[in-house]
């Protein structure tokens, strides 16, 4: 009887280890060790993610909007949270000093920005995209002006050059502009984000792509990507 009664409270204690263990690694604390009946918590240095309660939002010029989340791992050493605005000139961003994974975004002027929450470390843990306003053809014109074409890929195969780029906001359409080493620049316009140069010679090739907004009877342009050198055989 003496031996079941030990025996009864081994097994609780396991269960309860395995329970307490179960849990904590339930609410993101990774770090968890087991050393014998004690479960030892080894908290980690920052918070590694923020979920925000939305990840995009639309304001009007002078409107103010709470944005917020649940940072993970539960158990960290440092708990602050940074948050910053990749335009001020769009909308600007407040951390609430009562409660670090809070934040007042502030719509300035119509236009497009992410506001970023860092953690402790310097490391972006969430992301809130925002949109000022309804842009009308100027503004929209201004922004494209202001752009810059990011290239995703250019692959050269035989007798071909194709360029892919990403999107620009509000862009009308896009400007390849391209050489044959030696050669004069050659101009394309395309609606599309991917462009497939054919029928090409054997050698050496200069490439560059710029947005362009059609506003008021004109072409405005954006500045051109750096000057890519390509091999077609």
């Not at 995703?152 to 035989?158: C, D, M, N, P």
């Amino acid at each position: 009887m003496h031996l079941d009664k030990h025996f009864r409270q081994l097994v609780v204690g396991i269960v309860f280890a395995l329970f307490i263990f179960i849990f904590a690694k339930g609410f993101g604390m990774e770090d968890v060790e087991y050393a014998g009946s004690v479960l030892a918590v080894t908290a980690g240095d920052a918070y590694s993610e923020l979920s925000l309660t939305v990840n995009e939002i639309q304001l009007d010029p002078g409107e103010v909007e709470t944005v917020e989340g649940i940072a993970t791992p539960v158990v960290v050493k440092d708990k602050t949270i940074y948050w910053e605005s990749d335009d001020i000139t769009v909308a600007t961003v407040d951390r609430d000093e009562g409660a670090y994974n809070k934040a007042y975004i502030t719509a300035v002027e119509v236009g497009k920005t992410q506001i970023k929450a860092k953690n402790a470390v310097g490391n972006v843990i969430a992301v809130c995209k925002v949109t000022v306003g309804n842009p009308s053809g100027l503004e929209k014109m201004k922004q494209v002006k202001a752009s810059k074409v990011t290239v995703s890929s250019l692959r050269a195969t035989k007798g071909t050059l194709k360029i892919k780029y990403k999107a620009v906001s509000y862009a009308t359409g896009y400007q390849i502009r391209y050489k044959k080493s030696g050669g004069s620049w050659k101009d394309i316009d395309t609606k599309n984000k991917t462009y497939t140069l054919s029928k090409l010679a054997k050698g050496k090739y200069y490439i560059k792509v710029r947005a362009y907004k059609k506003y008021d009877g004109k072409k405005y342009y954006s500045k051109f990507t750096k000057t890519y050198k390509v091999k077609v055989k």
